[in-house]
């Protein structure tokens, strides 16, 4: 069975700076893709960044401020998050592919950018 274990999430002050990270256990094969999304409050969930061996994306929203990175002796993605807004304040999922197209999620992590 697959397991998504996400861990750094909280409160934080505006133009703080919050690292999220995410490991994943159980998974038959190798893991292609690992990726962040968020939903925040009345939205529809958004890709905020995805990384595989070759490219990294990241939403324009995001650019410059946020980094992801993957350790993969660890099957462990990063994402960490610099100058946060209130418009950051979401819950953060965990996303992996493996290179057969299977995909899971994470449960989600709160994130709330707040004075």
């Known amino acids: 069975q697959v397991q998504l274990v996400e861990s750094g999430g909280g409160l934080v002050q505006p133009g703080g700076s919050l690292k999220l990270s995410c490991t994943v256990s159980?998974?038959?094969?190798?893991?292609?893709?690992m990726a962040w999304y968020r939903r925040a409050p009345g939205k529809q969930r958004e890709q905020v960044a995805s990384?595989?061996?070759?490219?990294?994306n990241y939403a324009e929203f995001v650019k410059g401020r946020f980094t992801i990175s993957r350790d993969n002796a660890k099957n462990t993605v990063y994402l960490q998050m610099n100058t946060l807004k209130s418009e950051d304040t979401a819950v953060y999922y965990c996303?992996?592919?493996?290179?057969?197209?299977?995909?899971?999620w994470g449960q989600g992590l709160q994130v709330t950018v707040s004075s």
């Open positions: 990384i595989t061996d070759r490219s990294v």
């Open positions: 159980g998974m038959r094969r190798s893991i292609f893709r």
């Open positions: 996303y992996v592919q493996s290179v057969t197209n299977d995909v899971d």
